[in-house]
C-alpha cells in the first residue's frame, strides 16, 4: 500500500489490488483506519477470483471468516482490541485439527476425518481475535515431497509462475501469502516443509526451536522432528505469529516448558556488532547451486557485513552427511505412523506417498540408531559454531522451482535437502527472500540460530529484509493463464 | 552389504512389511533402496566411541501435583 501509514478509511477496492503486511493491517486496524470486515472481504475477493488458478486452498471457510471478521470489528468498535492478530485473515494447512471442520492432509484416507477439539495453535489463534478464513493445501500426509496429481486435491501453483512447484508440503501456506489470499499462514516442518515453500514462493516462514510452539492436533509425519511455524510476507509479520502461537502445551510431549521472549520489540535494533556464520559449503561445495542462488545468498553476509556484522564462514560435515541421516528418519517415523495403513489400505494413498512412505519400512532399527548417534555428533557441530556466531546463514534451496509435473522418481534420496540440518539438530531456522532469477522467480535463504533465541533470528532477517529492500515484487496473476 | 545380500535383505524386508505393491512400484523401490543403504552407511563413523549416544537425550520431567 502505498499510503500505508496514512489515517483515513482505506477502501475494499484498494485492498484488493495492494495486500498489506500483517504488521500494516493490525496497525490501520488498531487504528480505526481499516476494518476487519473490509480487509476480510478484500481478502475472499482474491480468493474468488484467483485460486482456481492457484489451488491454495483445500477449504475456503467465507461463511465463518465473515462472521469472524464481523464479531472483531464489533469487539474493536466497543474498545476490546486483543492484539495484532484480531480481525487479521489468517490460513491453516489442512493438517491442524479444527472441531466442526474435516482435517484431510490432502489424502483419500482422511476425507471423512474430524477432529473433536481444535489443535492448540487454531485455539491460540481463535483467542487472538484471528479469523480463519480456510483450510490451505498441503502434500498428501506432508510427505508426498513434491506436487501429485493423484491427491484428492489438486496440487498448489506457484502464484511467481503457475507452471512451476510450490515446494511444500505446507504448499499452500505459501501460495496463499504470496498470492495475497491471507496475511499469514500456518505451516508445519520437520525437514524443510515450511522454509522450502517459503523460498519457491518468496515469502517468510519460520521453523521454530522443537518444543517452541506445540503440535498437539497437528497431523504428526514423524515424531521427533515435527515443527509448527508461521509463514507471511516478511519477518515481522512472522514475529507477529510467533508470539501468539508460542509457548508451553502440556497436551504436546514435545512441547518445552520455556518462557516466551518478545519477538517484536527488538525487531528494529539492527544488527550491528552480531556474529553471522556463512555456511557456503553447502550451496557451494557440497551442491553445486546455480550462480543466482549462491550470489543472492552471499549478497545476504554482504548486507549484513553493510550493516555493521561481523560475518566470518564456518564449516560444517557435508551436507550430504546431514541429508542422510534426515532420510533415515523421516521415512522410518513416518512409516511407524501409516504401517498399519499401509498394510490394509495401500491403494488409498497417492502413489508418490505411498513409495516414500515404504522406503521406512526398509530401514533396520540398527541403521536408525546409527543416524540418531550421527546426529548427535552433527547437532554438536552446530552448537560449538553457535558458541561463537549468534546466527548462521545458508542457502532455503538448491535449485530454481521445478515444473509442476517433474515426473523424475526418488530424486530425494540423492539430492541432499538443504533445510534438514536445522531440523535435525531443533535450532531455529527462518526463511528469507535474498533474491531473483533472471527469469523473475523468488530465491530463497535461511537465517537459523540458538535454541529459543527466535527473537535474534527474527532480528537478523528483518534487519536483512529493510536494507535488502527486496519485498516490494510481487507476483502477477492477472498476466498468467493456466 | 554386497549386492545380493542387498537383493535378499530388500526381499525380506518388503515381506515383512505386510504391504503389497504392484511389481513395478516394487522395482521402484528396489532401485530406491540402494541409495537408502548408501545413506545408512554414510551415517556411520569407523571407530565411534560408545559415548557417542543417540538423540534424543531423554530425563523424566517433574510433574506438578494437580
Known sequence: MSDRTAVGAVTIDRLAVDVPTLAEAADLIRRGALSPVDLTEACLGRIQKYDGMVNAFHNVMSSEARSAAARATEEIAQGRYRGPLHG?????????????????????????FEAQEDATVVRRLKDAGAVLIGQLNTYEFTFAGRPCFDAPFPPARNPWALHRSTGGSSSGSAAAIAAGFCLGALGTDAGGSIRTPAALNGVAGLKPTLGRVSAQGDMPLTFSLDCVGPMAQNSRDCALMLQVIAGYDEKDPMSADEPVEDYCSALDDGVKGLKVGMIRRFYTRDFSSPPQIVAAVDGIGETLANLGAEVGEITLSPLMDWHAVGRIMLPAEAYAIHEERLQTRANDYGRLTRNRLMLGAMIRAVDYIQAQRRRAELLAELEAALEIYDVVVT???????????????????????????????????????????????????????????????????????????????????????? | MNKTDQEAAFDGLYRASGVTLSPEEVEELRKAYGSLVSLAQRTRVVGRSWEVRMLPFFSPRRRTRR
Not at chain 1, 88 to 108: A, C, E, W
Not at chain 1, 408 to 437: K, N, Q
Open chain 1, 88 to 112: 487479521i485473515p489468517i490460513g491453516l494447512k489442512d493438517v491442524f485439527y479444527m472441531q466442526g471442520h474435516k482435517t484431510t492432509s490432502n489424502s483419500r484416507l482422511m476425507l471423512d
Open chain 1, 395 to 482: 542457502a532455503g534451496m538448491l535449485v530454481p522451482a521445478a515444473p509442476l509435473d517433474d515426473k523424475e522418481p526418488f530424486p530425494y534420496l540423492d539430492v541432499p535437502m538443504i533445510a534438514v540440518p536445522f531440523s535435525l539438530t531443533g535450532h531455529p531456522a527462518h526463511g528469507v527472500r535474498a533474491g531473483f532469477f533472471a527469469d523473475g522467480m523468488p530465491i530463497g535463504a535461511q537465517i537459523a540460530g540458538r535454541n529459543w533465541d527466535e527473537a535474534t533470528v527474527l532480528r537478523v532477517a528483518h534487519a536483512f529484509e529493510a536494507a535488502a529492500g527486496l519485498l516490494d515484487r510481487k507476483p502477477d496473476l492477472d498476466s498468467q493463464r493456466i
